[in-house]
């Protein structure tokens, strides 16, 4: 069974909640939908205070390229545009809307039928998927509309779509599948379209055999779409990682991309609402959400309106345990602890995890007792206990040297160190201050 070569690790799975069918979380009092959800530049908001809005109807334009516009997932009025700590944990702007009711622009199909064909050409669609606000659902939030279009002259041939949810806890991504497995095949042949190409693999590790079985069920009389069951490791959801557990081609450093290796990497949950976008006129403010924890009462996925507060669901999954020693936006290696209950849900926030104390406190620091054990475990092939410490002692242009900005902030160095050195902490933070040297290098030139 296929895997990735260079580093990696086996962190306990812990999906409680793969056998949980998604259920709908609650309508939120308010909604709040900070302008910053993708990678790119921020929003710019199209509605002002007192404007009345409906489910789905436009209320941030893109910023620029790089950029998606935002929808409302609730009906109602607009009550403020102020600022939020969201769950990077930095104040951002951000939409509050009043809910009242639940009124729907009448341009979205909300009946269940599944809709097989597409007449719209591949412009047409590309520009749907940008009218909709589509990014990257793993986590990225990286433009669709912008992935879709890869550099002309890189030779594209296969879509691999990303069904790996390796990251431990979270099962968003393997309920979709067991649930809308239809969609997403139908989702796949637009993405095949756009791309003017046949041939795409699922893949998919294989602690999850029922979603395996059903997508290949599914694909058996499709041609062109392949299933592979991947051999666990994380982090396989990676890029780079994916492509060459699939393809056996390695991606080189930046700014090489996966275009470059003739590959175009889609999640999963991108591919569901690429389907609902093109098929169904639905932007995206919707999404389904892992809530979990070890001591969690009622740990569940949830189809949620982006926008509604994560303490909403908190309370549907039974309350915050008492032990609870972390709050954590996504899963345990890449997910970003919260500061409190309030940020909203957004379109990267794939679970809401409850960490008990035991698990979240850290150990007490040593010194670097230089055993490479987080050399071995990277799967960019960094050295991590090299880059922590520049990145400590502010040594910025050895960082850079180092290759720092590859790192995909994976967490597989931090687990693995017997020292419990913080190595993602200061490898996270060299990373922002070596970005921002380059950003402004290049503005200069
Ligand atoms: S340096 Fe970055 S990519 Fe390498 S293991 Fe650490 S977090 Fe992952
Ligand atoms: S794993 Fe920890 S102790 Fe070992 S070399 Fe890396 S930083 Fe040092």
Redesign the pocket.
């Given at each position: 069974m296929n895997t990735f070569t260079i580093?990696g690790v086996h962190p306990q799975a812990n999906k409680l909640t793969e056998d949980r069918k998604t259920e709908t979380a609650p309508l939120p009092v308010q909604a709040v939908f900070p302008l910053s959800q993708h990678i790119g530049a921020p929003a710019v908001p199209c509605v002002q205070k007192g404007d009345r809005v409906l489910v789905g109807t436009k209320i941030a334009e893109p910023g620029g390229f790089m950029s998606a516009c935002i929808h409302s997932s609730v009906s109602g009025k607009v009550a403020k545009i102020d600022t939020i700590v969201d769950a990077s944990g930095l104040r951002k702007p951000a939409v509050f809307i009043d809910v009242e009711g639940d009124e729907w622009e009448p341009s979205i199909d909300r009946s269940d039928r599944l809709v097989l064909q597409c007449n719209m050409s591949r412009e047409e669609i590309v520009e749907r998927i940008k009218a909709c606000g589509i990014v990257g659902m793993g986590g990225a939030c990286f433009p669709t509309h912008v992935k879709l279009c890869p550099p002309k002259d890189c030779a594209i041939d296969t879509l691999i779509v990303n069904a790996v949810e390796c990251e431990p806890y979270l099962t968003a991504d393997h309920r979709l599948m067991l649930e809308c497995p239809d969609q997403i095949i139908i989702g796949i042949k637009i993405i095949l379209k756009v791309l003017g190409i046949d041939r795409a693999v699922i893949g998919i590790e294989e602690n999850k055999p029922d979603a395996i079985a059903v997508m290949r069920s599914k694909t058996s009389m499709v041609s062109g779409i392949e299933v592979m069951p991947l051999r666990m490791k994380y982090p396989q959801g990676g890029e780079k990682q994916l492509i060459e557990a699939v393809t056996g081609r390695q991606v080189p450093p930046p700014p090489a991309l996966p275009a470059n290796v003739g590959c175009v990497v889609q999640n999963v949950g991108t591919v569901y609402a690429i389907y609902e976008a093109v098929m169904k006129n639905k932007p995206l403010f919707e999404r389904i959400v892992t809530v979990t924890g070890k001591s969690v009462k009622n740990p569940c996925n949830l189809k949620v309106r982006m926008g509604t507060p994560v303490s909403q669901l908190i309370e549907y999954a039974g309350g915050m345990p008492e032990d609870t020693g972390k709050l954590i936006s996504g899963g345990p290696m890449m997910g970003r602890p919260l500061l409190d209950d309030t940020a909203p849900v957004v379109k990267g926030t794939s679970g809401l995890l409850m960490l008990p104390e035991k698990d979240a406190a850290r150990k007490e620091e040593r010194n670097c007792i230089r055993c490479a054990k987080?050399v071995s475990?990277?799967?960019?092939g960094?050295e991590?206990y090299l880059?922590a410490t520049v990145s400590q002692s502010q040594e910025w242009d050895v960082a850079e040297e180092g290759m720092i900005m590859s790192?995909?902030?994976?967490?597989?160095?931090?687990t693995t160190c017997p020292s419990n050195r913080p190595?993602?902490d200061w490898?996270r933070l060299g990373k922002n201050r070596v970005g921002g040297i380059i950003r402004a290098r290049n503005a200069k030139k």
């Open positions: 580093g987080c475990a990277c799967p960019m960094l991590p880059l790192c995909i902030e994976c967490g597989c160095c931090q190595l993602l490898v």
